[in-house]
């Protein structure tokens, strides 16, 4: 274990601000990670997996805990499940890759999502008509203060919308360091009806398409649609989508009649943020180096030099904004440090 002084965060973010870590561990096995928990308590670590979920304000004074635990292993298999665990430290996009080329099928509507394996269940990530909670069968996590191993199965995850149990009850209590998928081996159920899916296949000439083609539709959307952080910084959708009464759609409707929602429920619809931060006016915005992707309206990004506070404050002007103009309040699906 070997802590480094005073290093810039800038290459495990991913919207690439220049913040400094005044201490920094990087652990790659649970033999070290156990060590560092030992160590330090609670309040004094900062968690750090893929950068991909966050944007950083300031100097990090606690001590950045980056979790690189490695390691894909096959707990069983049979013709039609199997169950596969990939440490916390794994890339997601490479763990999604590897189950396609060894035909488990469940995963394919994640692809190119950035970050790390074991952050995945945290927000309960999800994309086209696809939750972590669909294909999780349950995750490791160490107690960050009496070092037990705990279980959660999926049922014990209070999974919602980019929500679960380790942003709520358990904030901070937890460090995953595991996670164990249920994925299909044969029969794979593909999930092409939602958004441009089914269209791209279309494009591409696939009429029965396997599990590698719905990947292959999935990260051509995704290149057309979302910027890459490698090339323009930014932490993918920075707010999450409202869920509103169906009376405040209503009201909407009134001046914009094709409004898009998804019913949640009787009385709950659904309202896609990047389209009310569109009517706002403010995609393409640009103050700096901080702004408003011009093709994305929910994606806030780092031109260059942008400080993490150029950042936040595009943020509350979008915030401000939608507020004004549809009386919807906006939470932020990235975490602000
Ligand atoms: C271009 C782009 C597109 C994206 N598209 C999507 C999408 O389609 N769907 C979606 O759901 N998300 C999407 N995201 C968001 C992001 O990729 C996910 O939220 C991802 O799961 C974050 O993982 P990470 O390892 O980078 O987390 P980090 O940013 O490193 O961490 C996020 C939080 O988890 C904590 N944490 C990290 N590792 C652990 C651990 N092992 N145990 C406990 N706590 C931990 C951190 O302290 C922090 O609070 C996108 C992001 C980008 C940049």
Redesign the pocket.
Same mark, same amino acid.
């Given at each position: 274990m070997k802590l480094q002084k005073n290093i810039s965060l800038q290459p495990f973010n991913?919207f690439g601000v220049d913040v400094k870590a005044h201490q920094y561990i990087n652990v790659t096995n649970e033999v070290e990670l156990l060590e560092v928990l030992k160590q330090f308590y609670t309040s004094e670590l +900062?968690? =750090?997996?893929?950068?991909? &979920?966050?944007l950083l304000t300031q100097d990090i004074t606690k001590t950045v805990l980056h979790?690189n635990l490695k390691g894909i292993s096959i707990i069983s298999e049979d013709e039609n499940r199997v169950l596969v665990k990939a440490a916390?430290g794994e890339n997601?996009h490479d763990f999604v890759m590897y189950c396609l080329q060894h035909n488990y099928g469940g995963l394919e509507n994640l692809s190119l999502?950035?970050?790390?394996v074991?952050? *995945?269940p945290?927000?309960n990530?999800?994309?086209y008509g696809v939750e972590l909670k669909d294909v999780m069968s349950y995750c490791e996590?160490v107690n960050r203060q009496t070092l037990a191993t705990k279980t959660f199965y999926t049922k014990d995850c209070g999974f919602g919308y980019?929500d679960s149990v +380790?942003k709520t009850k358990f904030k901070d209590d937890?460090?995953?360091?595991a996670v164990v998928f249920e994925l299909t081996t044969s029969n794979h159920q593909l999930h092409i009806d939602y958004g441009a899916i089914q269209h791209e296949l279309t494009a591409q000439n696939k009429v029965s398409p396997s599990i590698q083609d719905v990947a292959d539709a999935v990260v051509a959307i995704r290149k057309s649609k =979302?910027?890459d952080?490698k090339e323009i910084g &930014? *932490?993918? *959708?920075f707010f999450k989508n409202p869920i509103v009464k169906t009376s405040v759609l209503e009201s909407i409707q009134d001046e914009y009649p094709d409004v898009p929602y998804y019913k949640i429920c009787k009385d709950s619809v659904k309202i896609p943020a990047g389209w009310l931060i569109e009517n706002t006016g403010l995609k393409g915005f640009r103050k700096g180096d901080a702004g408003i992707h011009t093709k994305q309206a929910l994606v806030l990004v780092n031109y260059g030099d942008a400080s993490g506070n150029e950042i936040k404050d595009i943020a509350e002007l979008v915030k401000k904004e939608v507020k004004k103009k549809f009386d919807i309040v906006l939470y932020t699906e990235v &975490?602000i440090f």
């Open positions: 991913t +900062f968690i =750090l997996g893929g950068g991909s &979920n966050m979790i916390a997601w999502i950035p970050g790390h074991g952050t *995945s945290i927000q990530i999800g994309a996590a980019r +380790f937890y460090i995953i360091t =979302l910027p952080p &930014n *932490s993918g *959708s &975490n």
